[in-house]
């Protein structure tokens, strides 16, 4: 069972962490996209003590590129659900793992005919085509800090390097659409994630199958040069549970499901209580 975290730190010290690596949205951002001053705080103090602080996020690395810049988020991570390793310090791409078109161009005529909320992601952009759920495109750019480009996908397919799609269904959709999909597209590996701002939808992030979160956490042990047990981890959604599980410090926030609870080592408050600071005071 993981453990909840106190006001006092039951081991009685401070732990070993090297590298911390944070999702974005339930995590480090609250149901308003928004985080505390106390969260800053707690970011520059543990960069001070030379931890390295990176983003473990499905989203891609331009829509965090505030965070980068706020809350000093610097260090190589990973980003749309393992699909890219990328550098904000230098802005170079590490690794990446594209869909193939053909993959895609199967995927949009299915879309096409369902009752499914839909969007693509590249390298710099991400894509919409309907107007369905317009209040969640709403919501989703405003927390991005990006406008979707809209119109026809099919050249999109065809000429871009994509990296993701997010599919959306409400949660009182009876024939399960998401899990449908996910049967009829095996060479697509489909990530569930939460979106705190759209309670009543069910969101997964679909990816190429090379883009594999394991992997990538292997990958960044070697770039860090540290152990497992020298890392933390926090996050809040079913896509987060690779790093949560592997992390020496797995944080899930208390806004997670139970099920991504029980993968972590510790469950800290909400992220709209500050669940993140919360924990890294007491951790680090």
């Not at 003590?49 to 260090?75: C, E, H, K, M, Y």
């Not at 709403?138 to 994509?162: C, F, N």
């Not at 190429?208 to 152990?227: I, P």
Request: hydrophobic letters at 40%; proline letters at 4%; one cysteine or more.
């Amino acid at each position: 069972m993981p453990q909840l975290l106190t006001e006092h730190d039951p081991s009685g010290s401070k732990a070993d962490i090297r590298v911390a690596f944070f999702d974005i949205d339930g995590t480090l951002l609250d149901r308003n996209g928004r985080y505390s001053d106390n969260l800053k705080h707690q970011m520059a103090r543990i960069r001070a003590l030379g931890v390295r602080t990176a983003i473990a996020s499905g989203r891609p690395n331009f829509a965090a590129q505030f965070l980068v810049d706020d809350l000093g988020l610097v260090d190589t991570g990973v980003f749309c659900t393992g699909a890219q390793v990328y550098s904000p310090e230098t802005g170079r791409t590490l690794f990446s793992a594209a869909m193939r078109s053909e993959d895609c161009r199967r995927l949009l005529v299915r879309l096409r005919g369902l009752p499914i909320y839909y969007e693509l992601y590249g390298l710099n952009d991400f894509y919409i085509e309907t107007g369905y759920a317009a209040e969640v495109t709403e919501v989703h750019a405003h927390h991005l800090r990006r406008q979707p480009l809209r119109g026809p996908l099919d050249k999109v397919v065809e000429e871009q390097s994509l990296l993701k799609w997010v599919l959306g269904v409400r949660k009182d959709d009876e024939g399960d659409l998401l899990a449908q999909l996910e049967r009829e597209f095996p060479q697509f590996a489909f990530a569930y994630a939460a979106f705190p701002a759209c309670p009543e939808w069910r969101f997964v992030n679909v990816i190429a199958l090379e883009a594999c979160k394991k992997r990538a956490f292997g990958w960044l042990m070697d770039y860090y040069q540290v152990k497992p047990e020298q890392v933390a981890s926090f996050g809040d959604s079913h896509s987060d549970e690779t790093f949560l599980r592997l992390a020496g410090y797995g944080v899930a926030m208390g806004n997670a499901a139970d099920e991504v609870k029980a993968v972590a080592r510790f469950v800290t408050r909400n992220s709209w209580d500050d669940g993140v600071a919360y924990a890294l005071a007491r951790l680090i």
